[in-house]
T-cell receptor, first 113, second 118 residues
Framework: QKEVEQNSGPLSVPEGAIASLNCTYS??????FFWYRQYSGKSPELIMF????GDKEDGRFTAQLNKASQYVSLLIRDSQPSDSATYLC?????????????FGTGTRLTIIP | DTGVSQDPRHKITKRGQNVTFRCDPI?????LYWYRQTLGQGPEFLTY????????KSRLLSDRFSAERPKGSFSTLEIQRTEQGDSAMYLC????????????????FGAGTRLSVL
């Protein structure tokens, strides 16, 4: 079992609709959770982070965390063509000490105009 | 704040040659990370530094790989006797660490160095 699992996609969503990206993780000791966006050939760019159960909203983006189910998701409202990218879910086990990120393989999202 | 800088952006080398990459972190960040990313995969952790101390190395980091951060500022990653399997994007990230607070301990990535081993 991979430590962080994501559906690789591609996920196609019409422009203006809601895109829903999901991620599960295996390490119950994971403390913090991150969503990075990566355009083809570019480096990862942080979109959202969350470390408490529940929802966290930032503009068109909402991150949802359920530690009991070991599940984290990212919702993108009013999807735009510029949202087309690969979305990487990353988890961090420790809040102190080793703060390495463990990434999933990413979900490729395509917004259809 | 100029962001994380990596050099070179691209490196083509022949199998068996040595290569060295450089990373300059965001100036006030004391933590520096190296990751490797191959096509269709997420970044994989290689090693990280707190100031000049290398605190952890992944099993992925074979004896041919060495990383340094001599003065706690920039870092270098050297690969000796390169193999075709070393072809990947090498990403550097930096963060302020937990002293900045949980919500601010974010890793920011550089543009990466793409290595092609022929």
């Amino acid at each position: 079992q991979k430590e962080v699992e994501q559906n690789s996609g591609p996920l196609s969503v019409p422009e203006g609709a809601i895109a829903s990206l999901n991620c599960t993780y295996s390490d119950r000791g994971s403390q913090s959770f991150f969503w990075y966006r990566q355009y083809s050939g570019k480096s990862p760019e942080l979109i959202m982070f969350i470390y408490s159960n529940g929802d966290k909203e930032d503009g068109r983006f909402t991150a949802q965390l359920n530690k009991a189910s070991q599940y984290v998701s990212l919702l993108i409202r009013d999807s735009q063509p510029s949202d087309s990218a690969t979305y990487l879910c990353a988890v961090r086990r420790a809040n102190f000490g080793n703060e390495k990120l463990t990434f999933g393989t990413g979900t490729r999202l395509t917004i259809i105009p | 704040d100029t962001g994380v800088s990596q050099d070179p952006r691209h490196k083509i080398t022949k199998r068996g040659q040595n290569v060295t990459f450089r990373c300059d972190p965001i100036s006030e960040h004391n933590r520096l990370y190296w990751y490797r990313q191959t096509l269709g995969q997420g970044p994989e952790f290689l090693t990280y530094f707190q100031n000049e101390a290398q605190l952890e190395k992944s099993r992925l980091l074979s004896d041919r790989f060495s990383a340094e951060r001599p003065k706690g500022s920039f870092s270098t990653l050297e690969i000796q006797r390169t193999e075709q399997g070393d072809s990947a994007m090498y990403l550097c990230a930096s963060s302020a660490g937990m002293v900045a607070g949980v919500g601010k301990n974010i890793q920011y990535f550089g543009a990466g160095t793409r290595l092609s081993v022929l």
